[in-house]
């Protein structure tokens, strides 16, 4: 069974820090997926990453996947309150299914 | 393009009566739909899997005939939590399936007294 860790689990900073958020699996990922979920929504999309190396930015965020695809790393420049929020990586090849990880929840402090 | 709704967003209800809880894709089809539950500051655990015209696949450990699924249209998808009780009290999510993407909907905030 294939295990999701993320790390750290909780991160709280002021706004105008940078932050790196970590996802480690215990196999190799079909596609991996970042998730942000503001409290009381759902989980929206924020990246797909699918080949080993692989650097995806989104204005501020910045994803990189493993060369082995074994991990990835979520790195916020400049953090704004509005980046608070429970970030979930996710493996998403597993017959339509997602596999999760815990989750990093982000407090960004005016 | 891509929304996917829920109603309610928030119910509280006594303890020993049923909850109903719907899932609609708004602006696309779904055959397949998810149901999940989520706990405070914790990660999403997968509770079945919703097919159009089938039966739903439960995951280990949770109860079918607790957690009524019902896929009736590709567009809707029905959870009903019978005899509610309180330790169900919880954060219900959906999400439909698209070109190997899931959408997920806002949630369903469930309070059970």
């Known amino acids: 069974t294939q295990l999701l860790e993320q790390s750290p689990q909780f991160l709280s900073i002021q706004e105008g820090e940078n932050l790196t958020v970590y996802c480690n699996s215990s196999s190799v990922f079909s596609s991996l997926q970042w998730y942000r979920q503001e409290p009381g929504e759902g989980p929206v999309l924020l990246v797909t990453?699918?080949?080993g190396g692989e650097v995806k930015k989104l204005k501020r965020l910045t994803f990189q996947f493993g060369d082995a695809r074994k991990d990835s790393s979520l790195h916020i420049t400049a953090a704004q309150p509005g980046d608070t929020g429970l970030y979930l990586c996710?493996?998403?090849?597993?017959?339509?299914?997602?596999?999760w990880g815990l989750g990093t929840s982000l407090a960004v402090n005016p | 393009g891509a929304v996917v709704s829920q109603h309610p967003s928030r119910v509280i209800c006594k303890s020993g009566t049923s909850v109903k809880i719907e899932c609609r894709s708004l602006d696309f089809q779904a055959t397949t739909m998810f149901w999940y539950r989520q706990f405070p500051k914790q990660s999403l655990m997968l509770m079945a899997t919703?097919?159009?015209?089938?039966?739903?696949?439960?995951e280990q450990g949770v109860e079918k005939d607790k957690f009524l699924i019902n896929h009736a249209s590709l567009t809707l998808s029905t959870l009903t939590v019978t005899s509610a009780h309180p330790e169900d009290s919880s954060f219900y999510i959906c999400?439909?399936?698209?070109?190997?993407?899931?959408?997920f909907g806002p949630g369903t905030r469930l309070l059970v007294l």
């Open positions: 990453v699918v080949t």
């Open positions: 919703s097919n159009e015209g089938s039966k739903a696949t439960y």
């Open positions: 996710a493996d998403a090849g597993n017959n339509r299914k997602l596999i």
């Open positions: 999400s439909a399936y698209r070109r190997e993407t899931q959408y």
